[in-house]
């Protein structure tokens, strides 16, 4: 169990404390739920009015709210609240499984790959033909590395993963439980004869950037030709679906259940929320945001925000709204 005093923790966030507790903070909790050795936040001014009733000893908080601690208790004052606890986070998070050995003895790995320093391959794992490992990988059970497939240094791949042939995936990436890399895209025409549809095959492949991370069971597809393309710091959440030849530029977020159609193009710094549905060839530009639930049928400026389903503007969707619900009254 991690163990900090206040002083500790300020020396980490290196905000201002304001006041003291003799309680040790051993942990994180909502400021609800906290007991007086967790530590809370509070980043917004609707939370302050609970922090008279919580336990917790110690609160990280923004120093734009006017609150005082009060007796045993502190505060570390700080410009965000929620940055700083993503970094004291960081100092609580428990040891990740460990590995025995560094290669399991029933682990699969072909004789032509290309093995780095530090690497680490779990029970079960599959490495294909002329895949190269880069120093300090990690590979837990039951991954799957198909033939001719790069991983840079320091990409971590957790369980029930599978990467497909030819894949290129870049340094200090994060792939969750059951994440599938470069598998066929869905491309189907009609048969000539009227029966039946005909697989159109996908030669591409993947390629993903440096400090990638995606969720569980979520889909990057194969291109049809070229190249499936996920930028350096995108974030891809739970459910996800990434269809072929769809182009991410840098820092994209895409929240749960969201889906990009075959050949989306995303600009640097898009936001899908979760649910939303992207129409194939659309392109949404650089710092647009994709509302939940919303559909995409055309494409999107730079920076705009879209809402509804078809997406249109989100001020033009809210008084659409808005009029309806005082039709609804009528």
């Known amino acids: 169990m991690h163990s900090f005093t206040v002083k500790q923790i300020n020396e980490i966030l290196k905000g201002e404390q304001v006041g003291n507790t003799t309680y040790s903070i051993t942990g994180v909790n909502e400021i609800r739920n906290a007991s007086n050795s967790d530590l809370t936040f509070i980043g917004n001014r609707k939370y302050a009015k609970f922090w008279a009733a919580s336990n917790a000893s110690v609160a990280i908080i923004n120093d734009t709210i006017d609150l005082q601690p009060g007796d045993n208790r502190a505060f570390i004052k700080v410009k965000n609240a929620d940055l700083a606890m993503a970094r004291l986070l960081e100092a609580f998070q428990p040891e990740t499984p460990a590995f025995n050995t560094d290669i399991h003895a ?36 039951n991954v799957s590395i198909f033939d001719d497939t790069t991983i840079g240094p320091k990409t971590v791949v957790w369980s029930g993963t599978v990467i497909r042939e030819r894949s290129q995936i870049g340094a200090q990436c994060i792939f969750h439980t059951n994440v599938s890399i470069g598998a066929d895209g869905f491309g189907y025409r009609p048969a000539d004869d009227g029966r039946g549809l005909v697989k159109i095959p ?58 990009l159609a075959g050949s989306v193009t995303l600009g640097d710094g898009v936001i899908i ?10 392109v949404i530009e650089s ?34 709204w808005v009029a309806l619900r005082k039709l609804a009254k009528k």
Request: proline share 1%; hydrophobic share 40%; with cysteine.
């Open 273 to 282: 929320g979760g649910s939303a549905s992207i129409k194939d060839h659309t």
């Open 202 to 259: 996908h030669i591409g492949n993947v390629i993903i950037g440096n400090g990638v991370e995606i969720g569980a069971n979520s889909c990057v597809d194969r291109a049809k030709f070229n190249s499936t393309i996920v930028g350096d710091g995108c974030k891809i959440d739970n459910l996800v679906q990434i269809a072929h030849n769809c182009i991410l530029g840098r820092s994209c977020i895409m929240a749960g259940h969201s889906g």
């Open 287 to 320: 710092g647009a945001t994709i509302g939940a639930g919303s559909g995409v049928m055309n494409d999107v400026k730079a920076g705009q925000t879209v809402l509804g389903y078809p997406a249109v503007d989100s001020r033009e969707m809210l008084k659409q």
């Open 106 to 141: 029933t682990a699969v790995v072909d004789d032509t790959a290309t093995i780095g320093k530090g690497v680490k391959i779990g029970a079960h794992c599959y490495v294909g033909k002329n895949v190269v490992l880069g120093d300090g990988v990690v590979l837990y059970h």
